[in-house]
């Protein structure tokens, strides 16, 4: 009898080690499953991370090249105005009665000049008038990056 009653402790030892043995192999499975998709998750994630850097960088260059060229042009300007290759005038009023006698009412034949009566603006406020212009243009240039950017993380 004591015979018997270790061989079927021994099976049902053997038989709960197998069971257990077949729990812990699916739970490792499973965790593994769980691991590897996790990882993927991961990947993919950095995955976009690095669409996103790649594009903010590309944005970016674009932005400062934009940037630099707009306050190169600024600066030629600014050098024609200074050396008088180039002035600024403004259009006169046709009806206004006060009028200015002095200003010269034709255009030379070699300037392209639009309207009969025009003044001249001195240096100094041509000056002004550039670089408020410039800074619009910065500010311009900064929205469409700021839009661009908006557009592109929305989508």
């Not at 729990?23 to 991370?49: C, D, F, H, V």
């Not at 603006?121 to 929205?143: K, N, P, S, V």
Request: net charge neutral; charged share 20%; proline share 1%.
């Amino acid at each position: 009898m004591a015979g018997s009653a270790w061989a079927a402790w021994a099976w049902q030892a053997n038989a709960s080690g197998q069971q257990l043995a077949a729990k812990e192999a699916a739970y490792q499975t499973e965790r593994t499953n769980l691991a590897n998709a996790n990882s993927a998750q991961i990947l993919m994630e950095q995955g976009k991370r690095f669409a996103l850097e790649q594009w903010l960088a590309a944005s970016d260059q674009a932005y400062y090249r934009a940037l630099n060229d707009e306050k190169m042009k600024q600066a030629r300007l600014r050098n024609r105005l200074a050396t008088a290759d180039l002035r600024l005038s403004v259009q006169l009023d046709a009806t206004d009665s006060v009028g200015c006698d002095r200003v010269q009412a034709t255009t030379s034949p070699g300037g392209v000049v639009y309207g009969d009566r025009r003044a001249h603006l001195d240096q100094a406020h041509a000056q002004r008038i550039i670089g408020i212009t410039g800074d619009g243009d910065q500010g311009l240039i900064a929205l469409a990056t700021c839009q661009a950017y908006v557009r592109a993380v929305a989508h």
